[in-house]
């Protein structure tokens, strides 16, 4: 990995600082403005009965949201790809994490709670172990 | 008490007293710090280790009796408690920390040829959080030590009186440790390695790391929000664990083993690492398929996150869940025997040096191999319902963990210890207590997969009479592992005091951190070095005059 | 073949350069990849509370959806706008620490403290009316009302309702050392199948939407999955505030320039993180239906 030599002369115009970029204020504030858009629509959504899909849409809008916050005021947007592998490679584990968890919890019965796995089931063995 | 290196100012003498010391910001004092709590941690978890297998010289019992009568039940307190002890310290102080925090820290920046880890301010804190996390687990052998077994398994761990909590704040603590080092050691990785040092041209030691921190930095924080939910219960009774309270047991097990299948490999990818640099050192040959080996490291973190159902089959866990666990636990097995295989090929037409770090390495491919090969019936579902929770289970991760993992710890102590230390250890009595140390380990530990498989269970405080003769053998192999290791710290404490001074490469090892002076000055290197292929050995001469290896810097193989 | 080495430290040392990096650069790249690997730990520790929640959810929807119409959804929206804007102006600071706007940095910073301040008055009026009703996790669970549109369960079946009320050592363990056939006699907290309440399974065909039916069994579980998740993200913002009141004394001081501006560009991160967090809690507890 061969590093450039430090520029260490200042530039002082708004797009670009001797380290990094600069984003320019008319960005953030679409974003924000952008933000205050979708929690209105989140919340208006959430007045609307629409079965199991209001969770989902509520979710799309939070991704939503959640991306122009990392893209843009979290600066993802200009930053080194890698760092964007890092922040991907999470969700994918956080998503691992939570789908097992989420469908064996669906899929275990109620008699679980006795202790008797569903691999388990329909085998008797008599007290003592078998002869 | 520490000899000065002749004239020279080396990281020991650099500064002192004792604030020099509880405030520095060196990795290698950071990491001689570890190191001494580490050590005193396992001798603390050996000696209640030594406790359980007292108590199993008798079918009944020969320490402690029963204390409880539940209707039809009789609980055994004290023995839950002192194998949980056993199993937690063990775990949470020695394995996890050990390797990453004592030599990780010390070697890391000498083999990229830097001058410290990317944050040494968060090294120390990381170092902070495992004194303030081991002095809270161990409160509670004063508060009332935890009988949950180190798994803190759910109704129970709500349920009982012990000081659950004090423990579980503990670990909560320990996990930022690990995280800290985790975090510490992937920036330097990425950031730090000198020009010329390629991620195909760093030692085989900072790959293992590198992909234990991955593990670290995915994993621990799950740890962290299993511990703070379960304190929560213990508090306010959430009811997420709870059944009582309308939560689910198995949910609890989730949760905890997201974290603590992969805690299996932060323990043994370090170990590994430390086999190829001893297995390289002392065959006199590069790594035989350097890549391969690379790779499988990652492949092993990576594969380690999907398979941690394997700990619960018979718990209630879904049947599709279960499928899907056993294979991928199967193939777990493939990266880790890519590795075994390489290894040995690299051995093959080595000059082979039977010095004591090697020895270990030796011993490593047997204890190592018995341990990976007992997962396998354990992987797969209908032998694991015969083995769940039997002796066979605690054999198989011995082997891994003891066998495998803290054996390299012990073997790259020994294989750093002039560079950290500045002196030799008497080579005789390193190999002779390295022998006997295999031998009786396999004694202590071989008998638990016989007892395993003919049904003797898990965290038994007594059992029946037929299984005697081999607890007594697996007793008489633990004392005798005590009294190696008793002998072990004895000549390395010697050394410390009357130890030949050592050379700046007393093994012949290609990779930097022999370059620099035993032990190294506070900057690691006086001049920097210059950066070739790992394992590296050409050129490298015996001098009788330095006791060590010399290398010419011009012999020095260059690549563009 | 070129000579390999490491080169030597710069001949004038910046001031804010630590002695083991070589450049600015250098420490400023490590600096981030630390921070970003940082956030990923804390996602990861939310991770499980997310899990806890989407379990629960799915096992027992009828509590979230009788159990949430206690939250102000009022509340919630302020708190959510509150720290979007706060989001927006850290950001806003981190540019203005680029350019060397020492002032505008300070004030910026100064209106996210402020914002946080907001946030967690608006928490602590929640949590006190919740303390007031008794709307508590676990044990301490004692509705005195039922919720907006709501009941309270007049013909609550008498197995769940002792089981909850009572501390566990009153329910007596009946462990019989029977066949592995057999079931555990343990009473269960809740009846039915996977802990489903027999009115839900009665309302089910009212829509899954709309609960204006009686209390399901377990509600408190749902304060406690409320409590741990804003709590814990309420312990993350008042980190946060102290280490951005630290920020402030800092900038005050004109440390902060285009060479050294990576303390707040870090902090910043997770801050937005903080915001992150958030943005998920609110549909999630507050917008169920």
């Given at each position: ?12 115009d ?6 990094g ?12 403005g ?6 209105g ?10 079965g199991?899909?209001?969770l ?58 006795g ?17 | 008490?520490?000899?000065k ?22 990795h290698?004092?950071?990491g ?7 050590l005193?941690?396992?001798l603390?978890g ?14 009944t ?11 039809d039940?009789?609980?055994?307190k ?6 949980t ?34 944050f040494?301010r968060?090294?120390l ?20 030590a ?7 398994y759910?109704?129970?761990?709500v349920?009982?009186?012990t000081a ?5 704040f ?14 510490n ?19 085989l030691?900072?790959w ?9 930095i995915l ?20 009811g ?23 805690a ?36 092993i ?5 999907f ?6 089959f ?18 777990v ?13 690299t ?8 010095k004591?770090?090697?020895l ?8 190592f191999?018995?341990?990976?090969l ?29 066998g ?50 003919h ?8 059992y029946?009479?037929e299984f ?12 005798i ?40 000055p506070h ?38 | ?11 004038e040392?910046p001031e804010?350069l ?6 600015l ?23 499980g ?23 102000s ?18 950001a ?35 949590y ?17 009302e ?13 197995d769940?309702?002792s ?11 009946q ?17 039915g199948p ?17 609960w ?28 946060g ?8 004394g ?32 609110f ?7």
């Amino acid at each position: 990995m061969i590093q450039k030599p430090a520029d260490t002369s200042a530039k002082h115009d708004s797009t670009h600082s001797a380290l990094g970029h600069v984003v320019p204020l008319w960005l953030l504030s679409a974003v924000f403005g952008a933000l205050l858009v979708l929690t209105g629509a989140t919340v208006a959504v959430a007045h609307i009965d629409l079965g199991n899909m209001n969770l989902y849409l509520a979710l799309a809008i939070a991704g939503a949201k959640a991306t122009l916050v990392i893209l843009f005021f979290m600066h993802l947007f200009w930053d080194r790809p890698f760092n964007a592998m890092i922040f991907i490679g999470c969700l994918l584990f956080v998503s691992l994490f939570i789908g097992i968890a989420l469908t064996d919890s669906r899929v275990n019965d109620a008699s679980a709670v006795g202790g008797q796995g569903s691999a388990m089931r329909g085998v008797h063995v008599p007290l003592g172990g078998p002869k | 008490m520490i000899a000065k290196s002749q004239d020279n100012d080396n990281y020991l003498t650099h500064s002192r007293g004792i604030s020099s010391w509880i405030f520095t910001l060196d990795h290698k004092r950071i990491g001689v710090m570890y190191l001494i709590s580490v050590l005193v941690a396992f001798l603390l978890g050996g000696l209640f280790a030594m406790l359980i297998r007292v108590q199993l010289l008798a079918p009944t019992g020969l320490l402690f009796h029963k204390t409880e009568v539940l209707k039809d039940l009789v609980v055994y307190k004290p023995y839950n408690q002192i194998f949980t002890v056993h199993g937690a310290v063990m775990i949470f102080l020695v394995l996890i920390p050990g390797i990453p925090g004592a030599l990780g820290n010390f070697v890391l920046p000498i083999m990229l040829g830097a001058k410290d880890v990317a944050f040494p301010r968060l090294n120390l804190w990381s170092y902070y959080f495992y004194v303030c996390g081991m002095l809270f687990a161990l409160s509670s052998l004063v508060l009332g030590a935890v009988d949950t077994g180190w798994t803190f398994y759910t109704p129970y761990s709500v349920q009982t009186s012990t000081a659950v909590i004090s423990v579980v704040f503990g670990a909560f603590l320990l996990g930022f440790s690990s995280i800290f080092t985790g975090l510490n050691f992937i920036v330097t990785m990425h950031k730090l390695r000198p020009r010329g040092m390629t991620w195909f041209r760093m030692p085989l030691f900072c790959w293992g790391l590198y992909a234990t921190a991955l593990i670290q930095i995915l994993a621990t924080p799950v740890l962290a929000i299993t511990l703070l939910l379960l304190i929560l219960e213990r508090l306010f009774h959430l009811g997420i664990f709870d059944p009582a309270y309308g939560g689910s047991a198995l949910l609890f097990q989730h949760f905890f083993w997201f974290y603590s299948h992969p805690a299996v490999y932060i323990m043994i990818l370090p170990a590994m690492g430390i086999m190829s640099e001893v297995i390289a050192t002392f065959s006199r040959r590069e790594i035989f398929g350097y890549r391969f080996v690379a790779m499988s490291s990652i492949a092993i973190a990576l594969i380690g996150f999907f398979v941690w159902g394997h700990h619960m089959f018979p718990n209630g866990q879904s049947a599709p869940a279960n499928v899907i666990f056993s294979g991928l636990t199967v193939l777990v097995a493939i990266p880790s025997a890519i590795k075994v295989f390489n290894w040995l090929a690299t051995l093959y037409k080595g000059s082979i040096d039977l010095k004591t770090p090697m020895l270990y390495a030796l011993g490593f491919f047997f204890m190592f191999s018995i341990g990976g090969l007992t997962g396998l019936p354990l992987a797969i579902l209908p032998t694991n319902f015969n083995a769940h929770d039997t002796y066979f289970v605690v054999a198989h991760f011995h082997y891994v963990m003891f066998g495998g993992a803290l054996f390299m710890f012990i073997g790259g102590i020994h294989y750093w210890w002039p560079k950290i230390t500045g002196r030799m250890y008497n080579e005789s009595l390193g190999r002779l207590c390295c022998l006997l140390e295999l031998l009786a380990f396999n004694l202590t530990f071989f008998p638990q997969f016989i007892l395993g498989l003919h049904g003797m269970p898990r965290r038994s405080a007594v059992y029946s009479p037929e299984f005697q003769y081999l607890h007594v053998l697996s007793t008489i192999g633990a004392f005798i592992q005590m009294a190696a290791f008793l002998v072990i710290g004895a000549y390395l404490l010697h050394s410390l005091f009357r130890g030949k001074k050592a050379p700046a490469n007393p093994w012949g090892g290609s990779t930097l951190e022999w370059r620099c002076s035993s032990p190294p000055p506070h900057d690691n290197f006086k001049e920097t070095p210059t950066v070739g292929m790992p394992y590296d050995h050409h050129g490298l001469k015996w001098d009788e005059e330095t006791e060590g290896f010399e290398r010419k810097e011009k012999e020095l193989v260059l690549h563009a | 073949m070129t000579q390999l080495t490491i080169p030597q430290s710069p001949h004038e040392h910046p001031e804010h350069l630590a002695h083991h990096f070589e450049s600015l650069q250098q420490q400023y790249d490590s600096g981030k990849l630390g921070i970003w690997l940082f956030l990923t730990t804390e996602i990861l520790m939310f991770s499980g509370l997310f899990c806890g929640y989407a379990v629960l959810r799915s096992l027992h929807p009828e509590i979230f959806l009788y159990a949430h119409r206690y939250l102000s959804v009022e509340l919630g929206a302020l708190n959510t706008v509150v720290l979007i804007f706060s989001s927006f102006t850290m950001a806003w600071g981190v540019r203005a620490a680029q350019l060397g706007q020492t002032k505008l940095l300070v004030r910026l910073l100064t209106i996210t403290l402020v914002c946080a301040f907001v946030f967690l008055g608006v928490k602590f009026v929640e949590y006190k009316n919740k303390w007031e009703e008794n709307l508590l996790p676990g044990k301490f669970y004692h509705p005195e009302e039922p919720p907006p549109g709501g009941e309270f369960l007049k013909l609550r079946g008498t197995d769940s309702q002792s089981v909850k009320n009572d501390k566990p050592a009153d329910v007596k363990p009946q462990v019989t050392a029977g066949a592995v056939g057999e079931r555990s006699t343990i009473a269960p907290a809740a009846i039915g199948p996977t802990g489903l309440s027999e009115p839900w399974l009665e309302g089910k065909h009212h829509g899954r939407q709309s609960w204006s039916g009686p209390e399901p069994d377990n509600v408190q579980l749902f304060f406690g999955i409320y409590f741990a998740m804003t709590g814990l993200h309420g312990v993350h913002v008042i980190g946060g505030m102290i280490v951005i009141a630290w920020l402030i004394g800092k900038a005050r001081k004109g440390v902060f320039g285009p060479d050294h501006f990576a303390p707040v560009d870090f902090v910043g991160l997770y801050w937005h993180l903080v915001d992150l967090v958030w943005i998920f809690l609110f549909p999630l507890l507050y917008l169920i239906s």
